[in-house]
């Protein structure tokens, strides 16, 4: 399992070009703090709803460039990544041209290793054989 199989749809990223305050209204409408920020299939960087409003007209003016995780990036590696930076977002971009192709956040993270462990009853299942003659 790699980074690409957690790629989450409802991760929307914003052009720079958006304005500042429009960015802040996408990310409320999508209930998140935080969104990536792309040009042309290019991956930019972040913006967060608490970078200062000073002097900002467009996102591309807030953002914090955070290094994407490439798609092939193990699960494992991108969790020990999660924790240690303690990231709710990280943009994925392809391994040959590195164009973003989007973005993993820990839920998404979750369902997808959740995948691997399918639910199953909780009852087990047992066969005892004997002779005709001890039942």
């Known amino acids: 399992m790699t980074a690409k199989d957690a790629i989450s749809p409802q991760i929307v990223p914003l052009r720079s070009a958006t304005t500042y305050r429009e960015g802040l209204e996408e990310m409320r409408n999508a209930g998140r703090h935080i969104l990536p920020v792309v ?6 960087g972040l913006v967060s ?9 467009s996102v591309g003016d807030a953002v914090t460039v955070m290094k994407p995780v490439i798609a092939s990036t193990p699960m494992p590696l991108l969790l020990w990544r999660m924790v240690d930076e303690q990231a709710s977002i990280f943009p994925v971009v392809d391994d040959l041209t590195g164009d973003y192709i989007g973005a993993v ?3 998404s993270i979750i369902r997808s290793v959740a995948r ?3 639910q199953v009853d909780e009852s087990t299942e047992l066969t005892i054989t ?3 003659s001890q039942y």
Request: proline share 12%.
């Open 39 to 44: 040009d042309d299939g290019v991956y930019i």
């Open 116 to 118: 691997l462990f399918p």
């Open 130 to 132: 004997c002779r005709p």
């Open 105 to 107: 956040d820990r839920e």
């Open 49 to 57: 709803d608490s970078a200062p409003l000073y002097a900002m007209e």
